[in-house]
């Protein structure tokens, strides 16, 4: 982490709130039933923690192709699965989120950017059976070995596409009536990232919830998530420090950030 993050995780540290110091019943019960509750009566957590396990013993290599800003962590483009398991994806704490989100907000329209190896995108398939995902991967090397995990999880509820964000996302919202759920994690830069929210604009409702991964990875996702947050449309927004999360809920009658523990 560059002195940088340290100051800027310091600072979100020392001023993020628990349940206790929000207002917003809205948001209460999100931290309440969400951030602080470590449910495990979720049996479909015990099957993804050994799917988890299995892919952090994986040693098989494979050959990286990177269209996004790059990564902090690997120098090289030919990668252990193990790996990539362990530095690459969601943590388990927020894979588990995202899948209690999809509860929590029913949705059934999913889009992911950035399929990786095909771990996060089993936490959004198995939290609603009744849910379509679409994820988005460019690298053909993980665009295969995701498919391959999701036929033997029987997953048949995720359409794999492998292509470009730029070329993959416009034509995946022509095709899906509304867009409840929107994760990105990719193309960590200001430009790809805007361009990404605007585009979700357009099938997006007012209970429909966007996450985004990695708000603090440099100056430019800083300036991306700022933007996003500020945005009229958005009523409500959750920074996590490593994960931003905005709501459009009409309810809500004033713009309202929170920076909260997790």
């Known amino acids: 982490m560059s002195l940088n993050n340290i100051i800027n995780y310091l600072k979100y540290y020392f001023t993020a709130k628990t349940a206790h110091g929000v207002h917003s019943p809205f948001v209460y019960k999100f931290i309440t039933e969400l951030l602080e509750s470590y449910n495990n009566d979720y049996y479909q957590f015990k099957e993804l923690d050994e799917v988890r396990k299995s892919l ?70 198995k939290a609603n059976s009744g849910s379509t995902i679409y994820t988005i991967e460019g690298c053909a090397e993980l665009a295969k070995f995701a498919g391959n995990l999701f036929k033997e999880q029987k997953a048949e509820n995720i359409f794999l596409v492998n292509d470009t964000f730029e070329k993959a996302l416009p034509t995946r919202l022509k095709e899906i009536p509304q867009l409840d759920f929107l994760y990105v994690d990719g193309n960590h830069n200001y430009r790809s990232t805007i361009n990404y929210f605007n585009l979700g604009l357009e099938k ?33 927004s959750l920074d996590l420090f490593y994960v931003g999360i905005i709501f459009f809920r009409k309810e809500q009658q004033q713009k309202e950030h929170f920076v909260l523990k997790y």
């Open 56 to 125: 952090l013993k994986n040693n098989s290599i494979i050959e990286i192709t990177d269209f996004g800003a790059g990564s902090k962590i690997f120098k090289d483009n030919k990668r252990k699965i193990s790996d990539i398991a362990k530095h690459g994806i969601s943590k388990k704490k927020y894979s588990e989120l995202y899948f209690k989100m999809v509860n929590f907000t029913n949705s059934k329209f999913i889009l992911e950017l950035g399929t990786s190896v095909g771990l996060n995108t089993l936490y959004l398939s």
């Open 204 to 236: 997006k409702h007012h209970h429909s919830v966007f996450v985004f991964d990695d708000i603090n990875w440099n100056e430019e996702m800083q300036k991306a998530w700022q933007e996003i947050k500020d945005h009229p449309e958005v009523t409500i």
